[in-house]
């Protein structure tokens, strides 16, 4: 069964600051998923990636294969930034559900 | 708004008791998953449907079942309900068919209470 480690457990940064929340996996996967979820309870699914790197707006996503890490940043962050970052594998190529980390605590102060 | 609706949105309910709780995934999109979301174990998969079958199983209790149905929308039935079952219940929808994977839309959740 596959490991997801996530790290920081919680951040807490100021308006503008550039923000890294980082992800390791454990054995092979299909696809990692970034998820963002605000305190309503609310899942919102931020990327989905098997390779390289991919941007949305101040949001970039990169993972790297060999090594089984990913990371999520966040580019001139903003206090709606504040929320549960979240990362997820999957291995079974669609055919499974997804294996969560912990999830990142960030929170944006103005 | 992911296109993915659940019903109710919040239950209480006692223990011993038996509820259903309900998805509608996207438009089109065939693959039914099933979340639960604890304080204590995080977010866990339970089931997966695709096209009316079950594809995948998690970690889903024997007192739990699921189902899809020809229009595609998926139950979740919790049997012989725990203090420990209460949580947030979340379905996820995604086009996956046999091509690989595919983003996952999430709906707003159940929040099950069992008193």
């Known amino acids: 069964k596959n490991e997801v480690e996530q790290s920081p457990q919680n951040l807490t940064a100021q308006e503008g600051e550039f923000i890294t929340i980082n992800c390791s996996y454990s054995?092979?996967?299909?696809?990692l998923h970034w998820l963002q979820q605000h305190p309503g309870g609310g899942i919102v699914s931020l990327f989905m990636?098997?390779?390289g790197k991919k941007k949305h707006g101040r949001l970039i996503a990169t993972i790297n294969i060999q090594e089984k890490h990913s990371s999520l940043h966040i580019t001139a962050s903003h206090p709606r930034d504040s929320a549960v970052y979240i990362c997820?594998?999957?291995?079974?190529?669609?055919?499974?559900?997804?294996?969560f980390g912990k999830g990142t605590h960030l929170i944006i102060q103005p | 708004d992911s296109g993915v609706t659940q019903t109710p949105k919040h239950l209480i309910t006692a223990t011993g008791q038996r509820v259903t709780l309900r998805c509608s995934p996207r438009?089109?999109?065939?693959?039914v998953y099933w979340y639960q979301q604890s304080l204590d174990q995080g977010l866990q998969f339970l089931i997966q449907?695709?096209?009316?079958?079950e594809r995948a199983k998690g970690n889903i209790l024997e007192r739990f079942s699921a189902q899809q149905f020809p229009d595609l929308h998926s139950e979740l039935n919790l049997s012989s309900l725990e203090l420990g079952d209460s949580a947030l219940y979340f379905c996820?929808?995604?086009?996956w068919g046999s091509g690989g994977t595919d983003t996952q839309y999430f709906g707003p959740g159940t929040r099950l209470t069992v008193l």
């Open positions: 438009s089109g999109d065939l693959s």
């Open positions: 990636l098997s390779s």
């Open positions: 449907y695709y096209n009316g079958e």
């Open positions: 996820a929808s995604s086009a």
């Open positions: 054995v092979g996967i299909s696809a």
């Open positions: 997820a594998v999957e291995s079974g190529g669609g055919a499974d559900g997804l294996t």
